[in-house]
């Protein structure tokens, strides 16, 4: 009985000990992710907004999305997560519309810049972060794990249980060492928790391609 009772606790100390290390790196990477972070407010030829997605900074004054957040409108602007100011888009600096990324330079924001991590090296079973502005829910941070490499004609895709909703599309996905892993691309409607994401390989690759700034339309 005494040896019953023993392990239990032990097993119970155990299960405490794991859950607060998990708990300390989530706030760890949400700590050090939020202030790169930014939604994107992309608007119309009247100026009224159209379209809310997720961004963060890769370089000084420059912001990594995804493409279809931006695609279609005549301007826009960002506000840095926490903060209430709002910084024009200047233009696109660089554009990949087969992996649906896109890179926006705003000028007059700066922001801390989060690392870009080796996404061929994501294993299933790791442990991810996702950030964005689900549902124009600013600063939204979810936990998840990678649940597959979805190999595609092409290119590959990182699924992930984190959740997302629309207007996370753009936003960081990172391992437990805040790094980017992934850009938030889509949800499929008809499962649960059936979520994608970019790999980072090829942000990393379009970042080699910047160029001057184009108009957004």
Not at 112 to 133: C, M, Q, R, T, Y
Not at 161 to 181: F, H, N, Q, R
Not at 187 to 201: C, D, E, R, V, W
């Amino acid at each position: 009985m005494k040896s019953t009772l023993l392990k239990i606790v032990l097993a119970l100390f155990i299960f405490c000990a794991l859950h607060s290390a998990f708990s300390q790196a989530a706030m760890d990477v949400a700590r050090k992710a939020f202030p790169s972070v930014v939604m994107i407010v992309m608007e119309d030829a009247n100026g009224q907004p159209n379209t809310i997605g997720s961004g963060f900074f890769v370089t000084n004054g420059i912001i990594a999305s995804n493409f279809h957040v931006i695609e279609g409108a005549s301007g826009g602007f960002i506000k840095i997560i926490g903060d209430k100011t709002k910084y024009d888009i200047d233009g696109i600096v660089g554009l990949d519309e087969f992996h649906d990324l896109v890179l926006l330079q705003v000028k007059t924001a700066t922001a801390p810049i989060l690392s870009l991590g080796d996404s061929k090296k994501l294993a299933i079973g790791e442990e991810v972060f996702a950030v964005g502005n689900p549902q124009g829910l600013e600063g939204t941070f979810s936990q998840g794990i990678v649940s597959s490499m979805r190999e595609l004609e092409g290119g590959s895709l990182v699924q992930i249980t984190a959740p997302i909703s629309p207007g996370s599309s753009g936003g960081p996905v990172l391992d437990d060492k805040a790094e980017v892993i992934g850009v938030t691309v889509a949800t499929y409607k008809g499962g649960q928790n059936l979520n994608f994401a970019i790999p980072s390989q090829y942000l990393k690759e379009l970042l080699t391609k910047k160029s001057e700034p184009k108009p957004i339309q």
